[in-house]
């Protein structure tokens, strides 16, 4: 079993959950230059965390993998206008994630929402994979496959039957579908099955088992 690292890798986040929505995207928008020194303070801070755990990837032999949670975008799109993002976030995005990419320790960005206009800028700065697909959002699940790292590498992709709509509401035919979408149109290497998120209370067993079965058969004959 590979455990990957997650939740102590940092990046300079949206402050919404500090200060709440109305709030902080207020200023997002009054003061854009106040947000950014806010974002290269939370950038100079991560810088710091990261080159230490790069450094414990590096000493520790620990498996170069981590997942990055930061939810930017919901059904309809990011939470903020790209542009703005382009200016005011990816750059102090890119330069903290600088100690991890020269470790070789490959990132995963948590996908929550549609964040379909940003994922070639998120493989700019050196993201090599996406978890936690929201297809009903908008996700192109079959594009992102399709698409290589920024040094031709190919996605890892840790993808999962839909725990919103064909787990909680659809047949053991639906989930027995999904899992056969996911894995043809999904990359050759590199790719992790389950479900797309928490499996939720209500859902049928008979949905659950036709899935644990899934799981099983990929487990035994992979992508053939």
Known sequence: MLKSGHGF????ALAYGTYGYVAY?????LYPEVIEEHFRLQADIA?????????????????????????IADSRGTLVRVETLEKLWFPHLARCLEPLLKANVRLIWHCDGNLMEIIPRLLDVGIKGFQGF??????DYEKICRMKACDGDGLTIIAGVSVTHTLA????????????????????????????????PGTPWENIETLIEGLKHYQGCGKQ
């Open 134 to 139: 929201q297809y009903e959002d908008g996700m």
């Open 47 to 71: 810088l710091l965390n990261n080159r230490a755990a790069a450094r414990a990837y590096t000493e520790g032999g620990l498996p170069p993998l981590h997942r990055i949670d930061h939810d």
């Open 169 to 200: 509401t659809g047949t053991p035919g639906d989930v027995k579908r999904e899992l056969e979408w996911l894995v043809e149109k999904g990359p050759r290497i590199g790719l992790f099955l389950g479900a797309s998120s928490s499996i939720v």
């Open 9 to 12: 890798v940092r990046i300079p």
């Open 25 to 29: 995207f207020s200023a997002y928008a």
